[in-house]
């Protein structure tokens, strides 16, 4: 990770007269005003590897660059899993923590069950047989949101974990956007509540709106959890959490049929072409016969598929979902190219197609793909 060259993006955006110069430029300025006033061993980050912590590790790898010292140091950071993380979530938090050289320190809980972190997440009922153990969280209110950042009695717990391994922490780096549950009401500056571990929440995107993560993660080309490109536009736990609905590709956008034959045609008039189907472990076999054209027997050419139809990423039309075809020719100044007979087509049963998160033109929908009460699977004891 070339991290001269991360501040230095970083500060031309804000400096530019792009249109979310101004928010890049206020991220900045919230950030540095906190290093300033507690000094980065006094400042920890909280990551969980989603798209909103993942502009702000972005942004604080900046400032650190730009403002504190050359000699980098490590990012002192924490995560708290949600129940049952993606792994495709946790492989990213782990390559994450690799290019940006944290030092994270992941809050598990010791617990019989599956407190709630998120702030969404309802209560959950705590078996009397629990009374006792680490389990136990006494009342059932303790279950609900808690404070003005209405965390969960997880996010409460793992906090007071991370204040005992980590006492010289003061204030910690938050993704808070204000379109968040419970963000409507905060600043920048938050103090946890009453009851919890005493840190200053400190929300430097606090005014982004969802289409600003993304014009920033994509302007910069920032690596981002590859759940966001399969329709996933807001991450929690596997058994809550589902590719946005409003990202689902419809039957406008994409053909479900395949056509029913190709033809090879060759441009010189004295080429033959001989067209072959492709590996009987590919979809492309339904397609139906070839039709093949014959000019002349002294230049063949093969007209071959070569792209698998469940490995092909874009199926706006019967051409795309077929993949590309490539023409090999005995003769190299030979050119062939495909033809698609659409006559007749046969239908194809193919899985749900979502479009990436960064297509999601409506923000207020961010969270559609989440399930609010959904509770974890029960593993039956053996």
């Known amino acids: 990770m070339n991290y001269q060259k991360i501040a230095s993006d970083v500060y031309s955006l804000a400096e530019s007269n792009d249109p979310i110069a101004p928010i890049v430029r206020e991220a900045l300025q919230v950030v540095e005003q906190c290093l300033d006033e507690y000094g980065q061993d006094h400042v920890s980050l909280s990551f969980n590897g989603g798209k909103d912590c993942t502009v702000l590790l972005h942004l604080y790898a900046a400032v650190l660059t730009r403002k504190v010292s050359s000699a980098r140091k490590p990012i002192v950071a924490l995560y708290i899993p ?157 058994y809550n959490t589902f590719p946005n609905p409003a990202l689902l590709v419809t039957d406008s956008d994409s053909s479900n049929t395949l056509p029913s034959s190709l033809t090879a045609v060759a441009k010189h008039p004295n080429t033959m072409c001989l067209v072959e189907p492709t590996s009987p472990k590919s979809f492309i076999n339904d397609i139906g016969p070839f039709t093949v054209i014959a000019n002349s027997p002294d230049r063949t050419c093969f007209a071959d598929p070569v792209c698998d139809l469940k490995e092909t990423k874009s199926l706006r039309s019967s051409i795309e979902m077929l993949g590309p075809v490539q023409v090999l020719a005995s003769d190299p100044t030979t050119q062939c190219y495909a033809e698609v007979n659409n006559r007749s087509a046969i239908d194809v049963s193919l899985p749900p197609r979502y479009r990436p998160a960064y297509e999601l033109q409506d923000g207020a929908l961010e969270r559609a793909g989440r399930v609010s009460g959904a509770a974890p699977p029960v593993i039956p004891e053996i």
Not at 89 to 108: G, P, V
Not at 120 to 127: A, M, N, R
Not at 178 to 195: A, E, I
Not at 221 to 226: A, F
């Open 82 to 238: 949600d129940p049952s993380p993606f792994p495709a979530l946790e492989e990213f938090i782990k390559s994450a923590t690799q290019d940006y050289l944290l030092n994270l320190f992941t809050c598990n809980l010791s617990s019989d069950i599956q407190l709630p972190v998120e702030s969404v997440t309802p209560g959950v009922s705590t078996p009397t047989s629990l009374k006792g153990s680490n389990g136990y969280i006494g009342h059932s209110l303790q279950t609900q949101p808690v404070g003005a950042a209405r965390g969960g009695e997880g996010m409460r717990r793992a906090l007071e974990s991370y204040k005992s391994h980590f006492p010289d922490i003061q204030a910690i780096l938050v993704g808070t956007r204000r379109t968040d549950p419970h963000g409507k009401t905060l600043s920048h500056k938050n103090v946890t509540d009453p009851g919890w571990p005493a840190f200053e929440r400190v929300n430097p995107i606090i005014n982004w709106a969802y289409s600003d993560v993304w014009i920033f993660l994509r302007k910069l080309k920032v690596p981002y959890c590859t759940l966001y490109d399969e329709g996933y536009t807001s991450l929690g736990s596997t």
